[in-house]
């Protein structure tokens, strides 16, 4: 079993009862050491070079010192109050970390400078206290404490980082939650542009909104841009389907959608139109009615909404094309059921072929003269209103 020494924020460490005159030599060097320590930092570490010059610099310098001085305290047991000079050190090691998270830096530069740290650390103090008579045990006895009480430091930094970075991320988490939640319902341009700047997400040219099963986005985001934007919360205007979920998937060019549509593939996906980042809102609402109106089909292909305009605009008001059909077709309620379904079904023949007689009979499998015949009675019924471009429209519309 190993006998080190080992750190701890409410268990200082014995001391080694260094002699009073070895102490004295080594916290006189502690300025020394301090520049010493920064000044091969900045030349063995290259993330350092430049934040350690000026201020930065002498800054660094006292947290040296501060951190040599509370492990003299410690090491020798000279001083009252040393597990709080522990407190101090260990502290500052630990904003140190949150810092080089917030700075952008990884924790590898950090741990570099570190063992530099300790290494010129060591030197030059156990030179003091040799040159002040240190024993040879304790001077490496000594050195195992100097190198523990890095490790804790490192780790306490170590820790520091780990937890910025976790805010961080739940922040920015929340900001791109409400990013996304504003693009859904169509925030004004200005709540758009600063909820993104908050969320610190670059706005791309178009986004395109894609409707899927909560269980197949997972292999969709690996193969779509590291932006996308999906909600963690309930997706608005589909809360009665728990199961979908959206993306909002950047694109630069409308060329980009079929690779998007080939990504889609087997995934159940509806997939909106691209628009400007700005107006994601109508995206994900034209793909929002597709699923609405039932017309996602059970097919490997995603279902391509720009496919399916004339059921969209049929469909936006269901109501409102009822009661166009009753208007339209109300020349009609006089005669048998069966009598006016076969006008109904060549009427709209007639309109969807122009008038062309052949084709329509051929659509019907009946004779022309049939149709001939089937298109006197609808005209005595009708009357002028079949040349009619606006009755044309309507019944066009109705029989569709």
Do not use: C
Not at 124 to 133: E, F, H, N, Q
Not at 349 to 357: A, D, T
């Amino acid at each position: 079993m190993s006998n080190r020494r080992r750190w701890r924020p409410d268990e200082p460490a014995a001391s080694l009862d260094l002699p009073p005159d070895a102490v004295d030599a080594m916290r006189a060097e502690l300025p020394t050491v301090a520049v010493q320590v920064v000044d091969a930092i900045r030349a063995e570490v290259p993330s350092y070079a430049d934040p350690f010059k000026g201020e930065m610099g002498r800054n660094i310098e006292n947290a040296v010192r501060l951190a040599l001085g509370g492990f003299l305290a410690i090491a020798s047991g000279a001083a009252e109050g040393a597990g709080a000079s522990y407190e101090q050190v260990y502290d500052a090691a630990y904003g140190l970390g949150r810092g080089e998270a917030r700075s952008g830096r990884s924790m590898d530069a950090l741990l570099s400078a570190y063992r530099v740290g300790a290494r010129v650390a060591w030197r030059d103090m156990s030179g003091a206290g040799v040159r002040a008579g240190l024993p040879s045990p304790t001077v490496a006895e000594f050195a195992e404490l100097v190198f523990d009480y890095i490790d804790e430091l490192s780790a306490a930094s170590a820790a520091g980082h780990a937890d910025e970075l976790a805010t961080t991320g739940r922040v920015r988490q929340r900001y791109l939650e409400r990013l996304t939640q504003n693009l859904l319902r169509g925030s004004s341009p200005d709540a758009l542009e600063a909820a993104a700047e908050r969320a610190e997400w670059t706005p791309p040219r178009l986004l395109t909104a894609v409707i899927l099963p909560e269980s197949r986005s997972r292999g969709v985001l690996q193969q779509v841009d590291a932006q996308t934007l999906q909600p963690t919360e309930q997706v608005p205007g589909l809360e009665d389907r728990p199961d979908l979920t959206v993306l909002l998937v950047p694109s630069s060019t409308n060329r980009s959608r079929a690779t998007l549509m080939r990504r889609l593939v087997g995934r159940e996906a509806v997939v909106g139109p691209a628009r400007p980042w700005l107006q994601a809102a109508s995206s994900f609402d034209r793909a929002a009615r597709v699923v609405r109106l039932g017309l996602e089909r059970q097919a490997p292909e995603a279902v391509d909404t720009e496919q399916h305009l004339p059921e969209l605009i049929l469909g936006a008001d269901p109501h409102a094309i009822e009661d166009l059909r009753l208007q339209v077709l109300a020349p009609l309620d006089a005669l048998r059921p069966a009598v006016a379904e076969k006008l109904k079904d060549t009427l709209r023949s007639w309109l969807l072929h122009q008038g062309r007689r052949e084709e329509v009979a051929a659509e019907l499998f009946v004779h022309p003269q049939t149709v001939r015949y089937r298109m006197q009675q609808l005209r005595e019924l009708y009357g002028d209103r079949l040349e009619d471009p606006a009755w044309v429209l309507r019944l066009t519309l109705a029989l569709a």
